[in-house]
């Protein structure tokens, strides 16, 4: 394929958004992962829950900015429903219970979104405010996936003032590098990892909601960004945030470009890209050896 000025930055536009809806989804597993030390499977179901949640709430009130707000806390909920419940007892096994039952309740997840929703795609609409198109280089391009790539970037604002501003993120800091020590300096580290998986999972439902209109609402949202979520906590570094943004813009443009090039392969780019950086740097792109 020809690819010319107006294609590149396009396809440069569309890899952006997609990385940093996925770095939203992989920055709440990593977060958790770092502080926690805990394979948190269900987190993508978390993802695909806001996507369903904001789909009825749409139907109900037909607003997004509210959805937006509201779905995200719901979800940040069950979140810690979940980890004051069964990830406490899945976490005293060690990480083979974690992922056993972590892949249990994603897949009951999974089956009870189809028995409350159907097994067929949701299309959800894009708010009126952000359906338009801008002009760019000759052409159009979606105000949407704008607003996703923008949006995401807020949020890595956000998170970026929490940890390094916030009481709370030198707490999460700490635990990351020494829980041991945290939790003898009298720090409660149980109601911290509270924390963490409400936010890990907030985040995970505030991309399940920006993802609907972009890429519609279906059961195996969950499963098809799994892969990617991990192959970013991986490359980019167990627990570190600004390795979860570098590989989610990698991988995103790689698939961008990936099926400019070579659509059949697309999908093996970012394997490709996880292993050559764990082939030179083990630990991943910004991770620590323990």
Known sequence: MD?????????????????????????GLTLVFGVMNVLNIPHVAFYMLGAYFSYQMLLWLGNFW?????CPLVVAGLGVVWESSLLKRAHAGGHVQEFIIGFGVLFVVNEAVKWV????????????ALSGSVSLLGRVYPVYRLFILFFSLVVVGFLAYILKKTRLGMTVRA???????????????????TLVMGIGAWLAGLAGVIAGPFINTY?????????DCFI?????????????VVASLMIGQLYSFGIIFIPRFAIVFAFLF????LIIKPTGLFGEKN
Do not use: C, K
Request: proline share 6%; aromatic share 8%; hydrophobic share 60%.
């Open 3 to 27: 690819l010319n000025f107006t294609t590149f930055v396009f396809q440069l536009l569309h890899g952006l958004a997609y990385g940093m809806l996925l770095f939203l989804v992989a920055s």
């Open 66 to 70: 509210v959805s937006l707000i509201v």
């Open 117 to 128: 929703w159907g097994t067929q795609d949701l299309p959800v609409p894009i708010p009126a």
């Open 175 to 193: 635990a990351v590098a020494d829980r041991d020590m945290v939790s003898a300096l009298g720090v409660n580290t149980p109601l911290v990892f």
């Open 219 to 227: 059961p195996g949202m969950a499963l098809e960004i799994l892969v």
């Open 232 to 244: 970013v906590t991986v490359s980019g570094g167990l627990g570190s945030l600004l390795g979860a």
């Open 274 to 277: 996880m292993a050559v950086v």
